[in-house]
């Protein structure tokens, strides 16, 4: 079991992209305005352990329903595309309640630890050594949980127009990776 650096980096990039914590900054403010507090470690962890069950076990949960990794990888590869373009486009395709809690549902579980993300992990164990990919998890959810804790400290840093500019160039990122997937699974 070694560590890969570049591995490492690597999908760490690409789950800051596909969780977009930053982007889902104004999100996350009005669920805190709607809820009145974010509980920041209970969604932290929860989105963590989701994504690490997930990673390890999601590819025998596909296994009973009858699909392969390359067949979830595809699938994965429009969602992520789906994401990418609300992001680049402006456009809400994907819409959510607020519910009275809001530190689990809908925080950790989709807006952290999504289909997208969840897609995201099984592509990428398709390419990346698993030690790698905790690694790169856990890395993203230490700034997750960092970025939940300071979200009216980074909305006035950042601004409006800081935050529209972030989640742009998250979603031109995100494009790339979908269209890397889909490539790669389908040989094309």
Known sequence: MEFNLSQILSTSMVLFAIIDILGAIPVVIQLRSKAGH????????????LMIIFLFAGESLLKIIGLDVKSFAIAGSFVIFVIAM??????????????????IVPLAFPLIAGAGTMTTLLSLKTEYAPQNIVAGILINMIFVYIVLKNTERLEKLFGQSGLNVLRKAFGIILLAIAIKLFRSNTGL
């Open 38 to 49: 974010i509980e920041s470690e209970k969604a932290t962890l929860v989105a963590t352990a």
């Open 86 to 103: 609300e992001m680049v486009l402006g456009l809400t395709i994907f819409n959510e309640d607020a519910p009275e809690t809001v530190s």
